[in-house]
Every structure is written in C-alpha cells, then in structure tokens.
C-alpha cells in the first residue's frame, strides 16, 4: 500500500492560492489519488480525485507529474471558511472493490488568517 | 438526496461498558465504512461491510465489530469499553466500496469513555 506524506501543518492568508504537496513514492500504476477536506467535528468531504496530469473542479485543481510521485492540491483565493485539515490519500480502485486500502494519514492543518 | 446519518451523535459511557452505534448510508449505496478518529491516532480504517458481508478489517481488537443489514444500513459494536476507545466514529458510504468511488462521511458519533 503506497503511504503518503504531507505538511503537518500550513498558514496563509484570505484571497491566496494554497498549493498543499503530497508525497507518495510507492504508488501503483492502478492506484488514484484523492484528496479529502474536513472541518472539526465533521466527517471528511471528497474534494478532488485524479490519476495523472491535471484535474479541475469547482473547489480545487489536482495536479499530478508524469511519474506520479507527488501531488499538489491548489485552493485558489482561499478564504476563512477553507481552514480544515486536508488529507492525501492514495489507492487502488480495482482492489477487491475494498475501501479498506484507503489510509487517512495526519493530513495537512490549514489554517487561513484575515 | 439525504446524506449519512449517524446516531447517537453524542454519547457518555462507563468503563466496561458495551455501545452501539448506528448509521444509515445515502440511498442506493450498498459500501458502508467505519472509522475511529482521535487527536493521537487520527482517521483509522475498522471495517468495511458490503451487501451485509465484512470485506475488509483494520488493526483493532475483537472488542470492535460490526454489521450491515439487508438495507445497507450499519452497525458497530464495543464491547468492554476503555478509556481509549474515547473518539469521534465516523461511517461513511459510497456506492460499491471501490476507492475510485467517493465516500460521502456522516457526522460522526462523539463517544466519551469516563
């Protein structure tokens, strides 16, 4: 199972893009990376998933190099309300249709100032 | 389309205790998670239950099961409650438990342990 690294912890401030990289060396070719927020006394919320190159949503890009060692969540112009912890997680979807090989690390503690 | 619930969402045991905790996924999904969520340990994967059968298990003791009934709705037992089963459970759902697929997490159970 491939094991990501990420910041403990990241400050920035109202209106800036926040670029959040995540480490995963070990990852397999059949294995996604998907990222999830979550707020304090809250259950995660899936923002972005992707396998290679760039992926776009409403909330967020997502984006992959060709060895597909790394990933880079970008918030463009966050604001207060993005101040959650974000988790980097890494996994094979084709395997035995399981979620157990989703591993939730420490995440990255974003904190956003005024 | 109503999300995952989860109830309790707070509850107060003794050591030696047994609780049980309850979660109804988003209609139609069949891949009910539980996870266990501390300030030390973070988001730790249980178990896995789809179609009322347990696909997958995490590293936690016998003292911790679960099942799914025949409407995919869950629930998780303690048996023996300590001190350090004091965490926020979280359930999640997703429609056949593949990683390519997103889990949509309820607000968890906040279970104090005194």
């Known amino acids: 199972l491939a094991k990501t690294t990420q910041p403990i912890s990241m400050d920035s401030y109202e209106g800036q893009e926040v670029n959040i990289t995540c480490s995963h060396n070990n990852i397999a070719t059949n294995d996604y990376i998907t990222w999830y927020q979550q707020f304090p006394s809250q259950g995660p919320r899936f923002i972005i998933q992707?396998?290679?190159t760039k992926v776009t949503n409403e909330v967020a890009s997502l984006f992959i190099p060709a060895d597909r060692k790394s990933s880079t969540l970008s918030l463009p112009r966050v604001s207060l309300s993005d101040t959650a912890v974000y988790y980097c997680l890494v996994g094979d979807p084709n395997y035995g249709g399981s979620q157990g090989n989703l591993i939730f690390g420490k995440g990255t503690k974003l904190s956003v100032k005024p | 389309k109503a999300g995952v619930t989860q109830t309790p969402r707070y509850l107060i045991k003794t050591r030696g205790q047994q609780v049980t905790l309850s979660c109804s996924p988003i209609s139609g999904h069949r891949s009910v998670s539980w996870y266990q969520q501390t300030p030390g340990q973070g988001l730790q994967f249980l178990f896995e239950?789809?179609?009322?059968?347990?696909?997958n298990k995490g590293n936690f003791p016998g003292r911790f099961s679960g099942r799914q009934f025949s409407n995919s709705r869950s629930e998780m037992n303690v048996s023996t409650l300590e001190l350090g089963d004091s965490a926020l459970y979280l359930c999640?759902?997703?429609?056949?438990?593949?990683?390519?697929?997103?889990?949509?997490f309820g607000p968890g159970t906040r279970l104090t342990v005194l």
């Open positions: 992707g396998y290679k």
């Open positions: 239950y789809f179609s009322e059968t347990q696909r």
């Open positions: 999640a759902s997703s429609f056949d438990g593949s990683s390519y697929n997103e889990q949509f």
